[in-house]
């Protein structure tokens, strides 16, 4: 993630749908949207410590280097998903993995203790592959659902794209879930409007990762 300016991108990319994020939270002051961001790469730590009000939320440059440790990324969020700390009546958690590249731990074992806990496997679980060497055999068993594939961004404007799409309109339909209808899809039970460009896009003469 820290070459080909990837890291870089995704700063500037969070930090520019965080106003976009707030803007949907503020349409539904029923439902309190709560932050919080996990680094992994040679280990796995918490970016964003405590779980933040969106309206609080500031995002600090996030680094990643060394080898990919999702599988301990993915035990420390089951951990969080527990009741507690969780409590038994709650909008679904929406979980999004963004990576460009393969696990270097046991990611199986990972996402089998976080589907283990009731709010992980009810979870919205969204993807971003960045890049054309990310796993997306390993980014669709995050998603669990065939019919919702990872998003491809293969360049920053892509990466803008794909998680202000996400932290908008998969935010607003998991805080105030609508009914199904032909334009959407299933995510952990929530019906999701469909990323039209977001399966198939094109490699165009732009895409540099």
């Given at each position: ?46 970016h964003i410590t405590q779980p933040t009000p969106i309206a609080d ?112 309109v998969v935010l607003k339909a998991a805080s105030a879930p609508t ?31």
């Amino acid at each position: 993630m820290g070459v080909d300016g990837k890291i870089q991108a995704l700063n500037n990319a969070i930090r520019e749908a965080i106003p976009h994020m707030q803007e949907v939270a503020d349409e539904n002051p029923n439902a309190q949207v709560l932050v919080r961001a996990l680094r992994f790469s040679t280990g796995a730590q918490w970016h964003i410590t405590q779980p933040t009000p969106i309206a609080d939320f500031k995002w600090e440059n996030l680094n990643a280097d060394g080898v990919t440790d999702l599988g301990q990324a993915l035990n420390m969020v089951a951990e969080q998903l527990r009741i507690p700390p969780m409590t038994d009546r709650a909008l679904p958690p929406v979980l999004v993995l963004i990576s460009d590249g393969q696990p270097t731990d046991d990611f199986n074992a990972g996402l089998k203790t976080l589907l283990h806990e009731p709010w992980g496997k009810k979870a919205v679980r969204v993807a971003i592959a960045i890049g054309e060497d990310a796993d997306h055999e390993v980014l669709q068993k995050f998603i669990g659902n065939p019919e919702f594939q990872p998003l491809q961004a293969n360049n920053p404007e892509a990466l803008k794209n794909k998680i202000k799409w996400t932290s908008t309109v998969v935010l607003k339909a998991a805080s105030a879930p609508t009914s199904q209808t032909e334009d959407t899809q299933t995510l952990g039970n929530v019906p999701i409007p469909k990323a039209h460009d977001s399966n198939t896009e094109a490699i165009s003469a732009g895409d540099i990762w």
